[in-house]
């Protein structure tokens, strides 16, 4: 069957970039208590402002390749650069142009709702 319907959730870009990095130091933590796991000596992310920066340089760096097809983004590459974590930013708008375009494409009903509206206006 053809999807009927969509809901696009939307998030603080901000909230999204620090709630990966939650995620994924959390998890190779997780991996390194591990005693079992080959992974154990993987890189560690303290969940602080340290980790966080050192997290944003090791994402942007493995995003260089991708990063180089982007021709929307050619012209601002170097201002891109300068911000943390510009690969999820990048991620983050292409994620939902797509959507967005994807939702305009098959004309569906789409019910858009904000994630912070969950803990200040879901009664609405």
Known sequence: TMVERAVHLIRNPFSN?????????????SRRRDKNN?????RRFDCN???FRKWCKH?????VEEESILTAFSSRK???????CHADFVRYLLW?????????????????????DYFTGFNK
């Open 49 to 51: 402002e340290d980790g």
């Open 59 to 63: 994402i942007d760096a493995s995003f």
């Open 96 to 116: 939902h142009h797509y959507a967005e375009r994807t939702q305009a494409n098959l004309m569906l009903p789409t019910l858009v709702l904000h994630y912070e």
């Open 38 to 42: 080959d992974d154990s000596q993987k």
């Open 17 to 29: 970039v620090v709630s990966r990095f939650h995620l994924k130091a959390k998890e190779l933590d």
């Open 78 to 84: 170097d201002l891109l650069r300068r911000i943390p």
